[in-house]
């Protein structure tokens, strides 16, 4: 993984992209409008909240409605094929709680699902070992699966 600042020209030069994070934030106009053209303009997105943290979660769909006010994403079902591209995900294992079929929304640009957002963790923070600031939240723990058919769903269409 690369660091690229959503204002930086730096990000077109990467067709897939992931933004994830623990706390509120808001972004700029600069960073709106790269992310807007990013996404519309082919870029892939994997939105996730580490942790499955709420300021985080709460703060990204405020600014997808601010970047994208004309468009809504989409739940995806399970015969998405984003949840079989590669390995066949019906249902996930989570930190807390019993397994149960991941909430994944999709949004679709010209007939192509170009971002995708999930409101729990797919940062597999259960394996991150020593050190991890995980905060306890209900993040996903079988996420690597997840995301291998993200990155192949991305890569092939």
């Not at 015969?79 to 079989?84: A, M, S, Y």
């Not at 010209?110 to 070992?129: E, F, H, K, Q, V």
């Not at 050190?131 to 192949?152: H, P, Q, S, T, V």
Request: glycine fraction near 8%.
């Amino acid at each position: 993984f690369v660091p690229i600042g959503l204002e930086e020209t730096d990000l077109f030069l990467y067709p897939f992209a992931v933004m994830s994070g623990e706390k509120a934030f808001n972004l700029n106009r600069d960073q709106r409008e790269n992310l807007r053209h990013y996404v519309l303009n082919g870029g892939f997105l994997v939105a996730s909240a580490g942790c499955s943290s709420q300021p985080w979660r709460q703060s990204f769909v405020r600014e997808f409605k601010a970047i994208f006010p004309e468009r809504k994403m989409v739940k995806l079902t399970s015969q998405h094929p984003v949840f079989h591209t590669v390995y066949d995900v019906s249902k996930a294992r989570y930190k807390q709680g019993s397994a149960r079929f991941p909430d994944l929304y999709g949004l679709e640009i010209d007939g192509t699902i170009r971002m995708i957002y999930s409101p729990d963790g797919l940062n597999d923070t259960g394996n991150a070992g020593k050190g991890c600031c995980c905060c306890g939240g209900n993040e996903i723990k079988d996420a690597i699966w997840i995301n291998m058919n993200l990155l192949a769903f991305a890569l092939t269409h």
